[in-house]
């Protein structure tokens, strides 16, 4: 289970936003974790860093705390410095809806960039009525946490309508009975399915003999 997202700390003030410091060419800055909008920037900064140029990717990632690298910064400063804000403005924590999941993925036809994002803010516009200004202004872990609720309380309606249609039910000619067809979940929402308890067999129900163990010689069942 995911620990409690950090936003939540009761322990916190409503107003305390994490901050870190840099040092870049002598000059001292203060930057504080961006909201969703700059997360989303900071993110395709990163994209650019790895596929395309690092030199552009870098100044983005500077750019979306409001900082502007000096001439005079050494190269190991910047380097510490991106470093900093990538664990500042990081998600902490992994949501299960966020996993990876065992089924294959195949995207849709109208597929485009940065969708994902898009369907997140659908989805908490449509949930709580939160207008697109609202969603960018909110921190990226809370967003996270609101857009699974989301998901799982509009999951649970549709099991719910679908438990009262006829379809969720199929009859058995022979027996007479009928079964109900439950309505399939994502895969992050049908558990983790534990290893069975090993349970000791009293001595006088085993067999009699030279009992051999093909778990000791590897061999698969």
Request: net charge positive; glycine share 4%; with cysteine.
């Amino acid at each position: 289970m995911p620990s409690e997202p950090e936003w939540l700390s009761y322990e916190k003030t409503v107003t305390e936003i994490p901050s870190t410091t840099i040092v870049l060419g002598g000059h001292t800055f203060r930057c504080t974790r961006v909201p969703f909008r700059g997360f989303l920037r900071i993110q395709k900064a990163l994209r650019v860093i790895r596929e395309d140029d690092p030199y552009e990717g870098l100044k983005r990632l500077f750019a979306a705390h409001g900082v502007e690298v000096p001439k005079q910064a050494r190269i190991l400063e910047v380097f510490e410095a991106a470093a900093a804000l990538i664990r500042l403005d990081r998600i902490r924590g992994v949501l299960p809806f966020l996993k990876d999941t065992e089924e294959e993925v195949n995207l849709d036809s109208w597929h485009y960039e940065s969708r994902r994002v898009i369907v997140w803010m659908d989805v908490l516009a449509q949930a709580y009525g939160w207008t697109g200004e609202q969603i960018l202004s909110m921190d990226v872990d809370a967003i996270l946490c609101f857009v699974q609720e989301a998901l799982v309380a509009n999951q649970l309606e549709k099991e719910w309508e679908h438990s009262l249609s006829t379809i969720a039910y199929a009859h058995n000619a022979k027996t007479k009975k009928t079964t109900y067809l439950p309505l399939s979940r994502p895969f992050w929402m049908r558990g983790v399915l534990k290893e069975p308890k090993k349970m000791r067999i009293p001595k006088s129900l085993l067999p009699l003999g030279v009992v051999i163990s093909l778990e000791r010689k590897g061999v698969q069942t």
